[in-house]
């Protein structure tokens, strides 16, 4: 079992910045990769960006030079820096887990709120 706790939404205008984390606890030996999703309102969840174990990242390509996904091993934390926020990144931004061997991320967290206003 692997917990996932977001933090760091909220309202900021366009062309802002903020700093999601995502705190991972529980069997976090078993993870293989992390990533950052969002879903907007009436959208599909979407990939935003994700980080492997040995550090391989991929990035959609609307936040690629604008968002940065990083880790921090020893605080078991996930972060998600965004800049030059623009109104069509509001949504709701959720951490995920993979586990070795499996497809997909099958661990989430509850989700923190993204407002981006123009």
């Known amino acids: 079992q692997v917990e996932l706790v977001e933090s760091g939404g909220g309202l900021v205008q366009a062309g802002g910045s903020l700093r999601l984390s995502c705190a991972a606890s529980g069997n976090i030996f078993t993870i293989d990769a992390m990533g950052w999703y969002r879903q907007a309102p009436g959208m599909q969840r979407e990939l935003v960006a994700s980080?492997?174990?040995?550090?391989?990242?991929t990035y959609a390509d609307s936040v690629k030079n604008r968002f940065t996904i990083s880790r921090d091993n020893a605080n078991r934390t996930l972060y998600l820096q965004m800049n030059s926020l623009k109104p069509e990144d509001t949504a709701v931004y959720y951490c995920g887990s993979r586990r070795k061997g499996r497809a997909g991320m099958d661990y989430w967290g509850k989700g923190t709120l993204v407002t981006v206003s123009s």
């Open positions: 980080v492997t174990r040995v550090g391989i990242t």
